[in-house]
T-cell receptor, first 115, second 111 residues
């Protein structure tokens, strides 16, 4: 399998549930990103990892907890979410973090609905 | 704080037309500017990336320009096709790893 994959593609959860989103990249990249895309809002950067170290945490509530066990995998652990957290969660990767010529490659996203 | 605006929000054109999508940004100290395409419910596909030192990039029927001094970029699509129908997003990288996205322009190309 190539590119950036995300599982699950769709997720429905209650506000008291705990779930995790998974992202895997098969591109040999060293930087990975989580984005949130809500209806009628621009894409929002949530977290950035470079070489498994978190380098950006964009004022995201603690009910979202990222984990990067290695350069190929990125998780987003979810707990006690709110209905307004319903959105498309996109994962992306790039070769390295630095450099003006770095292109980000995106996964297909996980469509999350919080009831 | 970088702000990115895309105009128009939506555009509908007949097949074969040439069209221009606009992106403006408030802080000219950028790393690069990237244009993406997003199909409904899907992830983003990179179309063109313009480095801070460049003025334009071309790929097939697409041409993107960058004018840092005025805080503007345009995406020109030549001879539009129904398959070009999608949302086009502009993303401005202010430093390594941090991009600010516009709201996007939703393009519909009618056969």
């Amino acid at each position: 399998e190539t590119g950036v994959t995300q599982t699950p593609r769709h997720l429905v959860m209650g506000m008291t549930n705990k779930k995790s989103l998974k992202c895997e990249q098969h591109l040999g990249h060293n930087a990975m990103y989580w984005y949130k895309q809500s209806a009628k809002k621009p894409l929002e950067l949530m977290f950035v990892y470079s070489l498994e170290e978190r380098v950006e945490n964009n004022s995201v509530p603690s009910r979202f907890s990222p984990e990067c066990p290695n350069s190929s995998h990125l998780f987003l652990h979810l707990h006690t979410l709110q209905p307004e957290d319903s959105a498309l969660y996109l994962c992306a990767s790039s070769q390295v973090l630095a450099g003006p010529q770095e292109t980000q490659y995106f996964g297909p996203g996980t469509r999350l609905l919080v009831l | 704080k970088q702000e990115v605006t895309q105009i128009p929000a939506a555009l509908s054109v007949p097949e074969g037309e040439n069209l221009v999508l606009n992106c403006s940004f408030t802080d000219s100290a950028i790393y690069n500017l990237q244009w993406f395409r997003q199909d409904p419910g899907k992830g983003l596909t990179s179309l063109l990336l313009i480095q801070s030192s460049q003025r334009e990039q071309t790929s097939g029927r697409l041409n993107a320009s960058l004018d840092k001094s005025s805080g503007r970029s345009t995406l020109y699509i030549a001879a539009s096709q129904p398959g070009d129908s999608a949302t086009y997003l502009c993303a401005v990288a202010s430093h390594a790893g941090k991009s600010t996205f516009g709201d996007g322009t939703t393009l519909t190309v009618k056969p």
